[in-house]
């Protein structure tokens, strides 16, 4: 095989040849004259030809030196923009932490699934999830991103829309077995309903019905506040009646845990959004985490009613 010459050879000669001389060139690769000297002779060495005709004021190409000194220049050209490539492609690549605030609804059944696939496409990126559907400030409490229900009253913010989901009202056989089934929302003062408390009130969120909009706050002896998921726990164990989302009790509904009531009441949606300032977007990591968030919820779309009857 033949052998290679030694890049630091190589861009001798190449400075040589624009510059006129080693001593610029020496100077341009910050050695001495000599060195420049030797590094353009071990090249020739391993040529076997003559890149330049040496006196005691200047040097000149010879036509192989000028043949080679092209076919170089071209060469370094190639490796120069690899280079530079490689490096605007570090530069690019999202790296960081990422701070986000997710409610336990989105979070258990959406968010939290798919942060290992983000993951696998962004090692670099760590990502601090906080789940709860506390009201946060995003400066205060150093948060990047926050998935949240509801329309958007803070104008500062930019809200992107992850889906609109519907409701449902659930129970378990058991407890409707006991209790009898309610054919109309009028009919939820005669049961037990466990209802959910707003986190920026502490009141409970009312129950919401179609086809006409109606809205009401059924009678309850049993309140849950911080995770809306304990409403599942207290209806599995037959505590009564609750009011949420049909894609967070999709298992229970298939394995007949859950059943659902009031369905020519059923129908309306509420409104999921991720939330971040202007400020947060502009660094990469936290760009790529919310479009990755959004994208994943363009498939999940809100589910029907009718497919649980």
């Known amino acids: 095989m033949f052998p290679l010459a030694k890049m630091v050879n190589i861009q001798a000669f190449c400075l040589a040849f624009e510059l006129g001389s080693f001593t610029a060139a020496a100077k341009s690769l910050g050695v001495t004259p000599q060195a420049a000297s030797r590094s353009v002779a071990r090249l020739e060495a391993v040529l076997g030809v003559q890149l330049f005709r040496r006196n005691t004021r200047r040097i000149r190409p010879t036509d192989a030196g000028q043949r080679y000194y092209t076919s170089c220049k071209s060469a370094l050209s190639v490796l120069v ?4 490539a490689l490096a605007k492609e570090k530069q690019d690549t999202p790296t960081g932490r990422v701070r986000i605030s997710v409610p336990t609804t989105y979070g258990h059944c959406k968010l939290l699934p798919a942060l290992a696939n983000f993951r696998r496409m962004h090692p670099l990126i760590s990502i601090d999830v906080e789940v709860s559907s506390d009201n946060i400030d995003f400066v ?3 948060f990047d991103l926050a998935v949240r229900m509801g329309r958007l009253a803070d104008t500062s913010l930019i809200a992107r829309r992850l889906g609109n989901f519907s409701l449902g009202v659930f129970a378990s056989p058991d407890y409707l077995t006991r209790n ?8 939820l003062g005669d049961h037990e ?18 086809p006409k909009p109606r ?3 059924p009678s309850a002896q049993v309140q849950i506040s911080g995770d809306a998921l304990g409403l599942i ?4 164990g037959g505590g009564g009646l609750i009011q949420i989302y049909y894609f967070i009790i999709e298992d229970e509904l298939r394995r007949g845990e859950l059943v659902e009531v009031l369905t020519p009441f059923t129908g ?4 999921f959004s991720l939330l971040y300032p202007k400020s947060s977007i502009q660094r990469p ?9 959004v994208a994943d919820a363009r498939p999940a779309r809100s589910h029907s009613p009718g497919h649980h009857r």
Do not use: N, Q, Y
């Not at 209802?195 to 009312?206: A, D, E, N």
């Not at 726990?233 to 599995?236: I, P, V, Y």
């Open 268 to 271: 309306r949606r509420r409104i």
């Open 180 to 187: 009898g089934i309610p054919k109309t929302p009028a009919d």
């Open 285 to 293: 990591a936290v760009r790529a985490l919310a479009d990755f968030i």
């Open 193 to 210: 309903c466990i209802v959910f408390l707003r986190p920026s009130t502490g009141k409970p969120i009312p129950w919401e019905f179609s």
């Open 215 to 217: 809205r009401l706050i």
């Open 81 to 84: 923009s690899a280079e530079e």
């Open 233 to 236: 726990s207290m209806a599995l």
């Open 140 to 142: 205060r409490h150093g």
